[in-house]
């Protein structure tokens, strides 16, 4: 059952030299109980899309297309509906934990505020529902954890306590955007093992933002890879990461680390990505694209259809072979 | 000194108000070296003419209020009479300085005060509507108002209003601080309104606030427009912050996020420019309490320079630090009952 529908999604912000879209033409669904990966260099679009979907764009911010949530239309919604659908029903947590969360409000009243305004239990409902919460994700001594102050946890220990947030009021989606870019190496796998479970134990749909491929490879069913506001490639986690068909796509995976043989060097995408405000015309990844021929510098990419579970916006589509990449 | 050493929250109050007191201590010995230094004879100031000429009662004057003695004889004098607690006796008025400070001070005060709560509160609200409206039309009333505030000089802001409520709509009871021939409040605080109140007289109580009021709202204008604009700054500067994106992804009234999750940090910088803004206000009402014929410190301050009273100007300067230190402790105490990290760090 489709949760999140997301058509043609253009987000427009005011730069300083005027508006640009941030994002563009963006669709996408989600299922229930499923994970969707977003992925993509800084400046790609990715923390828009999620904030358009929360109603949090940034000041003089305007999202345009159509976000339907569980039957609710949440593009051009009034402000007053769009509060009581955001932390209920739709929850997000944020990238760094050490600015994320309040440095002078208490845990209890940071995990329970939201849940008394949404639900309206009782301040003794909100403390026992808040002690659960904390023992779900795993903080040692919820009681003592509840009179304290975010500055008294690590980073980990705080990102755990913004899931806990996030959680609060048994939301159907959750955003997750960049949850493990802050954390130490070890820290992340917890993170991930963590929103895991909670996916399967909750029926929970959960948005996974990050840069990192790593990370999604291991949690995602699956993915959608965004370049310069726009989606390039997606499809189920393994097939898209496995055999990539986006030239960008092959290019990130060139760039991790582990993906080739010891000892072989790395190799980085050419030139930098793209301002906002711009952007290349045409398939706006032709201007690093080693594909690129003249078509690719005018007019829209050509969407290709692969078994009906992938696609790829490419004109040129250069690993069209029965065996993907062949390397 | 068991309790010097510890720390957390009562600890640091005693350390803070010791180092008050030395604080006040040191300004004693600066200022005294400033009235040294001030060109000007205070016996030709205070003596007439006839009598500045009879070099007997120019040395009488001189000997009656140690003049005539060296300049180090004359500050250990001085912390003599400090410690006394007379604070030297006015070459002007011929009394104990602490008598005359105990009757102007109260009036500056009483009217210092109710123009920082009226500065505060309005502040406070302007500003934060300011903030949340930005660039719309009621940020843009609110900032073209406050830039008027802090650009009006006082005296005249202070000359028009007395023209326009007192003269023109009679609404003011004019200047002083009660009606010609009322008898003020038994003195406790000296200021009238309270001491009104203590004493149970509500009709004093009434008189004596229509008179202080319009010489504390043309006081409360300056610091007004100063703090709007420094409430606009930083709620502007708050609600950028990571955590306020957070309380709104909580679907939160944004009342509830405003008050909740930005108006208490951005209370901890405001408080430091009230507390600033305070102090200044106590030693600059000179012009208004001129305007208003307002008996407070202002005024004695101006007589007292005019009249090269050194000990007048010493305890004068004396209050004036005082206050400006007393501000500072209590902004201080205040930060550590608004943020408590502050408070646990220490412990």
């Known amino acids: 059952m489709t949760l999140l529908s997301v058509r043609n999604l253009t987000v427009t912000l005011m730069t300083a030299s005027g508006p640009a ?78 600015t994320s969360l309040h440095p002078m409000l208490t845990i209890e009243t940071q995990l329970t505020e939201h849940l008394r305004h949404h639900r309206k239990v009782s301040k003794g409902e909100a403390r026992a529902r808040a002690l659960e919460l904390l023992d779900t994700v795993k903080i040692p001594d919820p009681k003592t954890a509840l009179k304290a102050h975010p500055s008294q946890f ?28 802050a954390l130490d190496v070890t820290v992340q796998a917890g993170i991930l093992k963590l ?55 092959q290019g ?21 990505p793209p301002e906002l405000g711009k952007f290349p015309t045409g398939c706006a990844f032709h201007t690093r694209c080693s594909f690129a021929r003249s078509e690719c510098k005018s007019g829209t990419p050509n969407k290709v259809d692969i078994d009906g579970i992938r696609r790829i916006f490419c004109t040129v589509d250069p690993f069209d072979t029965p065996a993907g990449v062949n390397r | ?71 180090p004889v004359q500050y250990l004098r001085y912390i003599q009479n400090l410690s006394d607690g007379n604070l030297g006796i006015s070459l002007s008025s011929k009394r104990p300085v602490i008598d005359d400070l105990r009757e102007y001070f109260p009036a500056t005060l009483e009217i210092a005060l109710i123009a920082v709560v009226i500065a505060m509160v309005l502040g406070l609200i ?26 009006m000089p006082t005296f005249w802001t202070a000359l028009v209003f007395f023209y ?75 609600l950028g912050n990571d955590y306020v994106r957070t309380a709104r992804a909580k679907g939160l009234p944004e009342l509830t996020v405003i008050r909740r999750h930005v108006l208490r940090p951005a209370l901890l910088a405001i408080i430091t420019v009230a507390g600033v803004a305070f102090a200044s206000l106590m030693a600059g009402s000179v012009l208004i309490e001129n305007v208003f014929s307002w008996p407070g410190l202002g005024q004695y301050a101006y007589r007292a320079a005019v009249g090269l009273d050194l000990p007048g100007i010493m305890g004068v300067s004396m209050v004036v630090a005082t206050v400006y230190i007393t501000m500072n402790l209590i902004v201080d105490i205040l930060y550590r009952v608004i943020d408590p990290q502050l408070r646990k760090a220490e412990q």
């Open chain 2, 164 to 238: 326009v409520f007192f003269f023109l709509l009679g609404w003011s009871p004019g200047s002083g601080r009660l009606d010609p021939g009322a008898e003020p409040p038994p003195q406790v605080t000296g200021m009238f309104t309270i001491d009104a109140i203590i004493n149970g007289d509500f009709a004093t109580f009434r008189q004596a606030f229509s008179y202080l009021l319009l010489p504390a709202i043309v006081l409360a204008i300056y610091a007004l427009g100063v703090l709007t604009r420094f409430t606009r700054a930083s709620v502007l500067e708050i």
């Open chain 1, 195 to 249: 929103l895991d479970e909670l996916r399967k134990s909750q029926n929970l749909s959960v948005i996974v933002i990050t840069h990192d491929l790593g990370v999604l490879s291991a949690l995602t069913n699956r993915l959608m890879i965004m370049y310069a506001g726009a989606e390039v490639e997606s499809g189920p986690t393994s097939q898209v990461l496995t055999r990539p068909r986006h030239p960008y796509t």
């Open chain 1, 154 to 181: 690590s980073g980990g220990m705080r990102q755990r306590i913004a899931i806990a947030m996030a959680l609060a009021c048994q939301p159907k989606l959750l955003i997750a955007d960049e949850p493990t870019t």
């Open chain 2, 126 to 151: 302007l500003g934060t509507i300011s903030a949340i409206t930005r660039d719309r039309l009621p940020d843009q009333i609110i900032r073209v108002l406050s830039l008027t505030g802090v650009s």
């Open chain 1, 21 to 98: 879209d941030a994002v563009r033409n963006l669709s996408f669904d989600i299922e229930r109980g499923q994970i969707l990966g977003i992925a993509g260099e800084s400046g790609s679009g990715k923390t828009m899309t999620a904030l358009s979907i929360m109603g949090l764009l940034p000041y003089k911010g305007k999202a345009s297309g159509s976000i339907n949530f569980d039957g609710e239309e949440l593009v051009g919604f009034k402000p007053k509906d769009l509060r009581r659908v955001r932390g209920k029903d739709v929850a997000m947590i944020f990238q760094d934990p050490m």
């Open chain 2, 1 to 71: 000194m068991k309790v010097l050493r510890g720390t957390g929250f009562f600890p640091f109050i005693i350390k803070r108000i010791l180092t008050s007191l030395l604080l006040i201590f040191g300004m004693t010995f600066i200022s005294f070296c400033i009235t040294q230094l001030v060109p000007g004879d205070p016996v030709a100031a205070n003596l007439g003419n006839s009598a500045y000429s009879d070099p007997e009662i120019v040395a009488a004057f001189e000997k009656e209020f140690g003049l005539d003695q060296p300049v």
């Open chain 1, 252 to 272: 990130l995976i060139d760039a991790l680390p582990d993906s080739g043989a010891n000892g072989k060097r790395l190799i980085a995408i050419e030139g930098m």
